[in-house]
């Protein structure tokens, strides 16, 4: 019976580490085309954004203007750039949990960690000088 309880016990050990494996681009891909999605840093809504076919995005800080980009897997992580800074990716360890997507960036010396707190199929709202005629 001990032995039952201990294999059940190291099972249930195991179930978390499994559901939040790092995420490749296929997985990332299928979890967030189509998707708007907002992300919180230490309880603090960070920002927001828009999963567009082909790899494309739309991201906003918070109260700020909108910044088209793409992103592409490198070394395991999800990579992004901007139209604004093309040779400037931004990489993330993505890993997805019970209350959503965690994301770590993989930058030297950062630990920033973002949580997604909410998910959308509509789109993202971008204010600033693109809008409009």
């Not at 997985?27 to 954004?49: I, K, R």
């Not at 790899?55 to 604004?84: L, P, S, T």
Request: hydrophobic share 40%.
């Amino acid at each position: 019976m001990s032995r039952l309880f201990s294999a059940l016990v190291l099972l249930s050990l195991s179930l978390p580490a499994a559901a939040e494996e790092r995420m490749g681009a296929a997985e990332f891909e299928a979890y967030t085309t189509g998707q708007t999605l907002t992300f919180s840093f230490m309880g603090v809504p960070y920002g927001m954004e828009q999963y567009l076919p082909g790899r494309r995005v739309i991201w906003a800080f918070i109260g700020e203007d909108c910044q088209e980009g793409r992103w592409y897997e490198e070394a395991g992580n999800i990579c992004f750039v901007y139209d604004h800074a093309p040779v400037a990716p931004q990489c993330w360890t993505f890993r997805q949990a019970e209350d959503g997507l965690h994301a770590t960036f993989a930058g030297e010396g950062s630990s920033t960690e973002l949580y997604e707190v909410e998910r959308s199929s509509r789109p993202l709202v971008c204010k600033g000088p693109q809008v409009g005629v």
